[in-house]
C-alpha cells in the first residue's frame, strides 16, 4: 500500500545546473519528456539569485505546460562539484563563483516543499544515457564528457559508483605521465590536459605560438584567443598539418586513458559526450582502433566506444533518473 501512495505523482523535474546555462526537463516515471526549457545561469549574480532563479523558472516550466506544482513528485539536481549527494551540499565550484557550502537540496526543498536530490554532473550525464540514450542496453558504463576539462561517471551492475565520500569517478584527473603539465587539481599529467575539448584548444595554441604554421590562424583571424576544439577540427578537415597533429596527439592520450578504464572496469560500453563527438567517424574510428591496440582482446571485444545521444539534455534527464531510481540513497 505504501508504495502505491509513492507512486501517486507522477512527474519528475531534472534540472542539470551549469556555468553558463541551466537545462530543465519535465518528464514523467517512463522517461517521457512533456516540457524543456533551458536559460543562462547568471552565475555572477551568486548562488541564491541562481538558486531563486531556478525556482521560478522551474515553476514557469510546469504552469506554462498546464500542469501544477502539486504533479511534480521529485526534483533531482545535476551541479558541479565537489558535493556531498547524501545531504545535497555543493562545497564549490569551479565555475560558479561565491558557492562554499551551498545548502542546495535544502533550499530547493523548502522553496517547493517537494522531495530533492543533487548529485554531480557529470554522475547525472552519464545516468541520463544510461536511462533513456546510448547506455539503455547496458548496466556496466563508463561514461566521458569531453569539455572543459573531463568529467566522468561509473555505473557498475546498474548502480552508480560514488566512492566514500561521494567523489569517485574522477576520470579526468587520472594521471598519464607523471612529469606532464601541472594540473589544477595540483596533479600532472591529469587526462583532461591532453584530451579534454580545452586541451585540443590549448596546445594549438600554444604550438601556433611557438611559431607554427597553419590555417588554423586564418580561421580565427589571427586571434589565437578564438581557437577551440571545433576550429582544430576545421583545419583537420582542410588537410592542415598541425591540425592533424593535434587531433592525432589527442586521440593517443584519449585512446591511452579509455584502455586504462577498460582494464580497470571491464565495461559493456564507454559513451563519449561533449562537441567533439559531432567529428562522427574521424574521431571514434581511429580511437577504437588506437584502443583495440593496447587492450587486452577479452576486455576489448566486450566493450563498445560510442557517442552519447542525448546532447545537452543529458544531464538533467539524469539528474531526474537518479532522484527516481536511487531516490533511497538521497533519503527522499
Ligand atoms: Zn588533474
Known amino acids: 500500500m505504501t508504495k502505491k501512495k509513492k507512486y501517486f505523482k507522477k512527474f519528475l523535474i531534472g534540472i542539470d545546473l551549469g556555468g553558463t546555462n541551466v537545462y530543465m526537463v519535465l518528464v514523467d516515471t ?6 524543456e526549457k533551458h536559460f543562462p545561469t547568471l552565475a555572477e549574480k551568486g548562488p541564491d539569485f541562481v538558486i531563486d532563479n531556478i525556482i521560478l523558472e522551474l515553476k514557469n516550466l510546469v504552469n506554462t505546460n ?4 502539486k504533479d511534480i513528485w521529485r526534483i533531482g539536481i545535476g551541479s558541479p562539484g565537489p558535493l556531498d549527494s547524501k545531504k545535497g551540499i555543493v562545497y564549490g565550484a569551479v565555475n560558479l563563483p561565491g558557492w562554499k557550502y551551498v545548502k542546495l537540496k535544502e533550499k530547493v526543498q523548502k522553496a517547493t516543499e517537494i522531495k530533492t536530490a543533487v548529485d554531480n554532473d557529470a554522475n547525472c550525464a552519464i545516468y541520463g544515457e544510461k536511462w533513456l540514450g546510448a547506455g539503455k542496453k547496458y548496466n556496466n558504463i563508463i561514461g566521458l564528457t569531453l569539455g572543459t576539462g573531463i568529467g566522468g561517471g561509473i555505473i557498475i551492475n546498474g548502480k552508480l559508483i560514488r566512492g566514500i565520500n561521494y567523489n569517485a569517478g574522477e576520470i579526468g584527473h587520472m594521471s598519464l605521465n607523471p612529469d606532464g603539465i601541472l594540473c589544477k587539481c595540483k596533479g600532472k599529467g591529469c587526462f ?3 584530451a579534454s575539448a580545452s586541451a585540443i584548444a590549448n596546445i594549438a595554441k600554444e604550438k601556433i605560438r611557438q611559431g607554427k604554421k597553419s590555417i588554423i590562424t586564418e580561421i580565427v583571424k589571427g586571434d ?8 582544430v577540427y576545421e583545419g583537420l578537415l582542410a588537410n592542415d598539418e598541425l591540425a592533424k597533429e593535434i587531433w592525432n596527439e589527442f586521440i593517443k592520450y584519449l585512446a591511452t586513458g579509455i584502455r586504462n578504464i577498460l582494464h580497470i572496469f571491464n565495461p559493456e560500453v564507454v559513451i563519449i559526450a561533449g562537441g567533439v563527438i559531432n567529428a562522427g567517424e574521424k574521431l571514434f574510428v581511429p580511437l ?3 584502443v583495440k591496440k593496447q587492450t587486452f582482446e577479452i576486455i576489448y571485444n566486450a566493450a563498445k566506444i560510442v557517442p552519447a545521444s542525448l546532447s545537452e539534455r543529458a544531464g538533467a534527464i539524469g539528474a531526474a533518473g537518479l532522484v527516481l531510481f ?3 540513497f538521497y533519503g527522499v
Not at 30 to 35: E, F, L, P, Q, T
Not at 66 to 69: A, Q
Not at 224 to 231: A, G, Q, R
Open 192 to 194: 583532461e590536459q591532453y
Open 66 to 69: 498546464g500542469y501544477s506544482i
Open 224 to 231: 589565437l584567443n578564438k581557437i577551440t576544439s571545433k576550429v
Open 326 to 328: 536511487e531516490g533511497d
Open 288 to 290: 577504437r582502433e588506437a
Open 30 to 35: 517512463k522517461g517521457k519528456i512533456y516540457a
